[in-house]
């Protein structure tokens, strides 16, 4: 599954830049042709918001409120095929984030390769359910997908810790300068 890994990957990598558009192109020029290899990229489309979304649900301590509120936008986004609701999320914490992204677009990826869905619109997402041929398969794929991005992301976060607003520390520091050393 080399094809299916790469082209997951390369979806999500920058989830909507150059990199996701030279694969989600790939795919959409072969659908009348090669309908499996949007199968799967569409798929590996909508994982990231929604697993993030997930992400969120399954554990909010990690999560500052503005990310909570962009969970809940990013699964819609992802059921209508909008990989960039992930990307508050990888701005906030691109290391621990994007490589979640990419194993959970693999994954998502590889089971309706391997499953032989069949995907006959050059999207992806929840909405192209009805010109999907193996739609349980794709439906398995996304929930699959997002759970494991979902999974990953949460078990290398840490929990969030609101700053205190009037953290002056700074300023505490200058007072404490001295000027006898010199």
């Not at 999560?63 to 508050?88: D, H, Q």
């Not at 995907?119 to 041929?133: F, K, Q, T």
């Not at 398969?137 to 810790?161: D, E, R, S």
């Amino acid at each position: 599954m080399p094809l299916a890994s790469i082209l997951g990957a390369m979806t999500v990598f920058d989830m909507g830049g150059p990199v996701n558009k030279v694969a989600t192109l790939f795919a959409q020029t072969q659908v009348d042709t090669l309908p499996y290899l949007m199968g799967g990229v569409g798929v590996a489309i909508c994982t990231p918001p929604i697993g993030m979304g997930i992400a969120t649900l399954l554990a909010p301590k990690k999560y500052n409120v503005e990310e909570k509120e962009a969970g809940k936008a990013a699964i819609l986004m992802g059921c209508v095929g909008i990989t960039e609701g992930a990307i508050p999320f990888a701005a906030n914490d691109p290391l621990r984030v994007i490589p979640s992204l990419i194993v959970g677009a693999v994954v998502g990826n590889i089971i309706p390769f391997l499953a032989g869905v069949l995907n006959h619109a050059p999207w992806g997402g929840l909405i192209v359910l009805p010109v999907v041929e193996g739609r349980i398969w794709y439906f398995i794929a996304v929930l699959a997908g997002g759970f494991v991005t979902a999974l990953m992301v949460n078990l290398l976060k840490k929990n969030y810790v609101e700053e205190s607003a009037g953290n002056d520390t700074e300023l505490d520091d200058l007072d404490e300068i001295t000027f006898d050393e010199l």
